[in-house]
């Protein structure tokens, strides 16, 4: 996972499909899905994976108009196609997102 700042974000967003997962040192939610999002990551080769802490990107997240945390940011090639958040977000609902969101088909 790729480690996003306010100066590269742009960049990294910019081509392919990027997953863009917000999220904060003191959100306990967010702690306790990571390990799942690395491993969602290293699963899923055809999309980027991103990490944005909010704590070091306030002015971004504002921008963005992200509201609360864990959020996730679908982008290809820089435009945004969707987010997802909420305190009770799981690791299989973010997985169920992302393939709505690409048109493909949920594997049960």
């Given at each position: 996972?790729?480690?996003a700042?306010?100066?590269n974000?742009?960049?990294?967003?910019?081509?392919g499909t990027?997953?863009?997962?917000?999220?904060?040192?003191?959100?306990?939610?967010?702690?306790?899905?990571?390990?799942?999002?690395?491993?969602?990551?290293?699963?899923?080769?055809?999309?980027?994976?991103?990490?944005?802490?909010?704590s070091?990107?306030?002015?971004?997240?504002?921008?963005?108009?992200?509201?609360?945390?864990?959020?996730?940011?679908?982008?290809?090639?820089?435009?945004?196609?969707g987010?997802?958040?909420?305190?009770?977000?799981?690791?299989?609902?973010?997985?169920?997102?992302?393939?709505?969101?690409?048109?493909?088909?949920?594997?049960?």
């Amino acid at each position: 996972m790729l480690e996003a700042t306010k100066e590269n974000f742009q960049e990294l967003v910019a081509q392919g499909t990027v997953v863009v997962d917000v999220w904060g040192p003191h959100c306990q939610p967010c702690i306790a899905m990571m390990p799942h999002v690395e491993r969602l990551a290293e699963e899923r080769t055809d999309l980027k994976f991103v990490k944005l802490d909010s704590s070091k990107t306030r002015r971004l997240c504002i921008e963005m108009r992200i509201m609360g945390l864990p959020a996730f940011l679908l982008f290809q090639d820089g435009k945004e196609l969707g987010r997802i958040g909420g305190n009770d977000l799981t690791i299989d609902r973010v997985k169920e997102w992302i393939d709505q969101k690409l048109g493909r088909e949920v594997k049960q």
